[in-house]
């Protein structure tokens, strides 16, 4: 087993909770702006001062308790937006314990995760108003709706919009709560000297947030993080990357990630930075113009855009060529101690505002040679790596260590080790230290498979120590899960399980193919029963039948996932898949075998699609293959 020990270049402020992090804070911090927002794109800025949002957070916390939620699990759900900071903000400081949604979760599954999460109150955005309505009966547990934001008039009109007094009378009914109206019982609720919300105890190692992981209502894992864990990643981040408090942060990713909900939220509430909400993907260069951005927290998809915009604007300009030949100059300048990049490369960054100078890039691969270009225009891109269990961030290049194409080394304060004995070599990655998870909920036998005694995590996923630069890069997956383009997770056994509830369907197996333009694509193997199928659609199926009944079988399933979850190419087969001796699919051969078999018969995906593989499989190399109606990739 190789180990690396996490560094602290530089002193952090102690602290055990985020209660005891954002007071400290609002000491150092109180006249400076935490938040500038918009309600709608078109309206003019709102700022909150560090000082005006612990007023707001106390004022919410109050109402609460005094409401008689102290404690209980409280949900949030719906966009980025100042509303939704407070409401996390508010729960995790002495109301309850939170759970943040996903906002585009399937109605049935975000139901679902309501009730196994035990929820009481849910904040919400007002595009949910309907389906909560809807599904009042599937979420017996919820007895406080509070809509964050203002909705369309024709909603606030169907609704009939209680008063905390109203609810304190009638204790137990299901109630619907503007969050304006909370806030302001809260304000009066504390000048008339009510301080259970500010006295309320927090135990560092207590659950504080209920984090549920990709997959169905069912399967879905829920982690348990504590502020412990939250606050020891929040230190040792600090300790290994010099922000310095004022830095202005655009907010892209959505908050109920931990990336951003630790990095984005919390790390820049405690280097006293300015959050700016963005006002939506399409706003992204305009709010960095406006604000005048100095760090954005992103996924690869997002810098590759930036790239691209970048050397497509250059080319247009015909200065591509020109950039190319500065770049050497100006490296070799910066060896000897002078950097002139932001002046020499002053229109490329005026394009992100001016003063863009950092970017913090998470949640899968990014490609080295975009990390190098912006760095040699004057633009940092810090490669991380992290997961939901360790809240999140495991590793990372940093102030002093900046490796591209490596995701680092272990933040301050945690061990990471590489599974294997021979240095250089693959192995799985393990993590041990205060930021690892309490747990799953409620599954035990689950926790105990991914921590073992000596306390390490097992990630699943596979990486490799340099022995000269003792950086870490991220090399595959042990496991199964799909990680596209723009960051978001698939896990193929969510799909797999709705493709198996059609009877016909003996197994399937789904993966990612890496297309040739980097883009990955949810791709399906489905063995079929033709007895079975013979059985459901009343005559003997041949080829041609069979691809329109899976046709619609995929449809319908992409129609109850969310889109990027959704099966885009796939075929079908008789043959059964190769299996371990406990009946589990070789996952890399049966992969494998579709790789070569499209190779050697130099094949297309748009070719493959929706077609039976086994006589493809049987025939001859290059053999012709004859002219039919192509399945396109399903959109």
């Known amino acids: 087993m190789q180990r690396i020990q996490g560094k602290q270049y530089f002193s952090v402020r102690q602290f055990d909770t985020l209660r005891e992090m954002l007071d400290q804070s609002v000491d150092l911090f109180g006249d400076k702006v935490a938040f500038r927002f918009r309600d709608k794109p078109a309206d003019p800025p709102q700022t909150r001062t560090y000082t005006e949002f612990r007023k707001d957070v106390d004022a919410l916390g109050t109402a609460l308790c005094a409401l008689g939620f102290s404690g209980s699990r409280i949900a949030v759900v719906g966009e980025n937006s100042y509303a939704w900071s407070l409401a996390f903000t508010t729960v995790v400081c002495g109301a309850g314990i939170a759970v943040p949604l996903d906002r585009l979760l399937p109605p049935e599954e975000l139901t679902g995760l309501i009730q196994r999460g035990g929820v009481e109150v849910i904040f919400y955005d007002p595009q949910f108003q309907d389906i909560l309505q809807q599904k009042k009966a599937e979420t017996a547990s919820l007895r406080l709706f509070i809509c964050m934001r203002p909705g369309k008039p024709s909603t606030e009109d169907e609704l009939d919009w209680a008063s905390p007094e109203e609810h304190l009378e009638t204790r137990g009914q299901t109630i619907w709560m503007r969050l304006g109206t909370l806030l ?29 992981t990709s997959g169905t209502t069912s399967a879905a894992k829920a982690v348990m993080l504590s502020h412990a864990n939250v606050c020891a990643d929040i230190r040792g981040i600090a300790g290994m990357v010099k ?70 604007s250059l080319a247009k300009s015909g200065k591509d060529k020109l950039v190319r030949k500065l770049i050497p100059l100006t490296q070799g300048l910066r060896r000897v101690g002078i950097d002139l990049r932001r002046l020499v490369y002053r229109q490329i960054l005026e394009a992100f505002g001016g003063r863009l100078h950092l970017g913090i890039c998470g949640a899968a691969p990014i490609d080295p040679d975009i990390i190098r270009f912006f760095d040699a225009v004057g633009i940092r891109i810090l490669q991380g790596y992290g997961l939901t269990e360790t809240a999140p961030v495991v590793c990372g290049c940093n102030s002093k260590i900046f490796v591209p194409g490596t995701v680092g080394q272990p933040v301050a304060g945690v061990e990471v080790a590489i599974d294997s004995e021979q240095p250089g070599d693959d192995g799985e990655i393990l993590v041990r230290g205060p930021i690892v998870m309490q747990g799953y909920f409620e599954e035990p036998e689950l926790t105990a498979e991914v921590i073992d005694a000596d306390g390490w995590f097992h990630t699943g996923d596979l990486g490799r120590l340099d022995p000269k630069t003792k950086c870490i890069s991220i090399t595959g997956r042990v496991k199964s899960m799909i990680v596209l383009k723009n960051g978001k997770k698939v896990f193929p056994e969510e799909i797999e399980y709705l493709i198996g509830q059609a009877g016909w369907i003996k197994e399937s197996l789904v993966w990612g193919e890496t297309g040739q333009d980097g883009d990955v694509i949810v791709t399906a193997k489905l063995v079929v029963d033709r007895e079975r199928l013979q059985e459901a659609i009343g005559q003997a199926p041949d080829d041609s039948s069979i691809g329109a009944q899976l046709e619609k079988l995929i449809r319908d399933i992409n129609a ?20 371990t001796t406990t009946q589990k699919i070789r996952r890399p051969i049966e992969i494998g075998k579709i790789s070569d078999l499209m190779a050697r018969q130099k094949l297309r995906w748009q070719e493959l699609t929706g077609k039976n593989i086994d006589p493809i499989a049987q025939k001859p190399e290059n053999a012709a293959e004859p002219r039919t109606p192509e399945h396109k990739p399903i959109d």
Not at 267 to 278: K, Q
Request: some cysteine; charged content about 20%; aromatic content about 12%.
């Open 243 to 312: 922000l310095e408090p004022g830095t202005r942060m655009l907010s892209v990713l959505p908050l109920h990630h931990t990336f951003e909900n630790t990095c984005g939220l919390f790390m820049a509430l405690y280097i006293g930075a300015e959050i700016h909400e963005a006002d939506g993907l399409r706003y992204i260069q305009k709010n960095m113009q406006e604000y005048g951005i100095d760090m954005i927290i992103g996924v690869p998809l997002l810098f590759a855009n930036f790239y691209a915009k970048v050397q497509q």
């Open 184 to 212: 302001e019982w809260g304000r009066a609720r504390l000048e008339g000297g009510d301080s259970s919300y500010r006295q309320a105890a927090i135990q560092p190692d207590a659950l504080m947030s209920l984090l549920f």
């Open 560 to 579: 109850r996932l969310p889109a990027f979850k959704g099966i885009r190419q796939y075929v079908f087969s008789f043959q059964e898949m190769v299996k």
